[in-house]
């Protein structure tokens, strides 16, 4: 998923700034904004983390259930999109480090994750 996600980050990031993602997305605070491949996504791969196991299932959709009341999909997405790029090396990859606004997306993504983990693992 990172790899197809970094390959479309500029498209993603430019979409995201002409408005085309939101036209797409449901309304903000919807819980169902969020397409089923990206749920089913998000829990495997917190299985693959978290065990593969009945009860991890159960964690792992209540954590992306609980991310996706607190962030509409699109900011989801282009949070992800510059984790992504963050891990890439260069100086191409310090602008997604060093920018304000890029920080403050994925913070919000990570306040969301840390709900989720006080909701549904704990």
């Known amino acids: 998923m990172r790899v197809k996600m970094f390959a479309a980050a500029g498209l993603v990031l430019g979409l995201a700034s002409t408005g ?29 983390a978290n065990g593969q196991s009945r ?34 090396g260069g100086q191409q990859a310090e602008v997604f480090r060093a920018t304000g606004m890029f920080r403050d997306m994925v913070a919000d993504l990570r306040r969301a994750q840390a709900e989720a983990e006080v909701t549904c693992f704990y």
């Open 20 to 48: 085309a993602l939101a036209q797409n997305a449901a309304p903000a605070g919807l819980v169902n904004d969020y397409p089923t491949v990206a749920r089913a996504d998000y829990v495997f791969g917190c299985m693959a």
């Open 55 to 88: 009860q991890a299932l159960e964690k792992c959709s209540c954590s992306i259930d609980t991310i996706a009341t607190i962030l509409p999909y699109d900011k989801y997405v282009q949070a992800e999109t510059i984790l992504s790029m963050t891990q890439v």
